[in-house]
């Protein structure tokens, strides 16, 4: 079992930033790799970004490139996406998810491939 807690969300005015932790406790080294979600509100969830266990592979929506960073601190079970350039559209809740540490990062958009998630983070970009 493996628990995800997400935070960081909050009220940003477009072209501001915030940065999304998402802390993992229980059986963390068997489902490493993290995605990062959003659902806006009438819209399907999306795939953000995802990381692989190691830190050492990356993967972004095109949405997002060049825009979010996504990064793992191993040592304190946390994974950061820090947002850069926030639009309006980048408005939605922000979900983590867990998936197995083997992972078949041609699909890591999809989330069915996930096994856990957070309760989600609301992000609004507004002025």
């Known amino acids: 079992q493996v628990q995800l807690v997400e935070s960081g969300g909050g009220l940003v005015q477009p072209g501001g930033s915030l940065r999304l932790s998402c802390t993992a406790s229980?059986?963390?080294?068997?489902?490493?790799?993290i995605g990062w979600f959003r659902q806006a509100p009438g819209k399907e969830r999306e795939g953000v970004s995802c990381i692989s266990s190691s830190g050492g592979n990356i993967f972004y929506a095109d949405s997002v490139k060049g825009r979010f960073t996504l990064s793992r601190d191993n040592a304190k079970n946390t994974v950061y996406l820090q947002m850069n350039s926030l639009k309006p559209e980048d408005t939605a809740v922000y979900f983590c998810?867990?998936?197995?540490?083997?992972?078949?990062?041609?699909?890591?958009?999809?989330?069915?491939?996930?096994?856990?998630w957070g309760q989600g983070t609301q992000v609004t970009v507004s002025s």
């Open positions: 229980g059986f963390t080294s068997d489902y490493s790799t």
């Open positions: 998810a867990a998936g197995p540490r083997l992972f078949n990062y041609y699909q890591w958009s999809r989330d069915y491939k996930y096994n856990y």
